[in-house]
């Protein structure tokens, strides 16, 4: 059976299955009759019947829970979400919307700490770089951290939009339903109307092209090259002190040329642990990384013929949550002026920038 004709299939399944717990208006077709073209499809809903909707959704929150700060380890009090990603798709980043209730039962205005912008009903937060492989499921322990003074004692929270390695975006079409319905009112409704919406996540046909290379081949080429990365390893400087002495991506390179070198630039691209990419943060940078992070080496010594034994490398932030890494040198200057520039740093950004890691040729 084609992928997306089964894709449409069970998503229709999922609805009409959810939807059988739920209350049908006087007036309304039965679920078996609503899917129908053009055709506004309104239902009558319990709290929990549109919980169970919204979690058969291609991005869904299956748990939110309000969790107040406790001593030493839990210094400010946070709202926590779990997260499951019901696609076969590698999300690279996501939103998720929360709203909340005094001890009253009463909706209360609130936003993120240390957020501009002032106090709203419906506060999104932006989850970046959040790596969720397909049918994933993962906590967010601190999906939205509440300022000093707020008056939130329960909450609630709805998946907003995603997006994909490959660029693909799904948008909640139940977020202005939830917003409505939660938003600015009290706790208490027993039954509410929700309007019906195609929600599906359709793969996009049109993936990236292939590199024109392998990573084997890739890799060969490079090994052929007057200045090699002789090895390069990630190297961890201390597990208690790494605001002092941070982890290190180390690269060791050879110098077959006939010249000194005393310039070179390296570029670096990385994976967490489900070898999907992150960005680099470097010790020194200010902003969110990079997915292919160049960093250049001036004043160098390597000798022609030479190892360059001290390494070169780039120390990052504790931010970082790499795993593996790849190397390239982009390029090097010798003593006497002479320039170069490697014509494979173009297939290294096709093979690797924002790309899933799928071999491990390379170490």
């Not at 992928?3 to 049908?24: D, E, H, W």
């Not at 109307?193 to 793969?203: A, D, P, T």
Request: hydrophobic letters at 40%; proline letters at 2%.
């Amino acid at each position: 059976m084609n992928k997306k004709i089964f894709r449409t299939f069970l998503a229709a399944f999922a609805l009409a299955f959810v939807l059988s717990g739920c209350s049908v208006d006087r007036g309304v077709k039965d679920s078996s009759e609503m899917v129908k073209e053009n055709t506004v499809v309104k239902q009558s809903v319990t709290e929990e019947g549109f919980d169970k909707l919204l979690e058969t959704l291609p991005l869904a929150v299956t748990k939110t829970e309000y969790v107040k700060a406790s001593g030493e380890e839990e210094k400010t009090d946070y709202i926590s979400v779990v997260l499951k990603n019901n696609t076969d798709a590698d999300i690279k980043e996501a939103s998720v919307a929360f709203v909340a209730w005094d001890e009253n039962g009463l909706p209360v205005t609130f936003m993120a700490k240390d957020e501009l912008g002032g106090e709203k009903y419906v506060n999104v937060s932006e989850f970046k770089q959040i790596n969720m492989i397909g049918e994933e499921t993962i906590v967010k322990e601190e999906g939205l951290v509440l300022p000093e003074g707020h008056r939130v004692f329960s909450c609630k929270a709805i998946a907003v939009r995603f997006e994909t390695f490959e660029g693909e975006v799904w948008e909640n079409p139940y977020f202005e339903q939830f917003g409505n319905i939660y938003g600015g009112k009290a706790i208490g409704k027993e039954e509410f109307e929700i309007m019906l919406l195609e929600s599906s996540f359709v793969r996009n046909e049109d993936k990236n092209l292939e590199s024109e290379m392998t990573e084997e081949e890739l890799y060969d080429a490079l090994g052929e090259q007057k200045l090699v990365i002789e090895s390069f390893e990630y190297v961890v400087q201390s597990e208690e002190l790494k605001a002092i002495y941070p982890d290190r991506l180390k690269v060791i390179l050879r110098n077959n040329t006939e010249a000194d070198i005393e310039k070179v630039r390296i570029a670096f691209a990385a994976w967490d642990e489900k070898n999907l990419p992150v960005k680099i943060i470097g010790e020194l940078d200010f902003d969110g990384g990079e997915y292919i992070k160049q960093v250049n080496f001036d004043d160098l010594v390597i000798k022609s013929g030479e190892v360059y034994e001290e390494g070169l490398g780039i120390a990052i932030t504790e931010a970082n949550k790499i795993s593996t890494f790849r190397p390239i040198v982009v390029y090097y200057e010798t003593v006497d002026n002479r320039g170069w520039k490697n014509p494979y740093f173009k297939n290294f950004c096709e093979l690797y920038e924002e790309k899933k890691l799928e071999t491990t040729t390379a170490e």
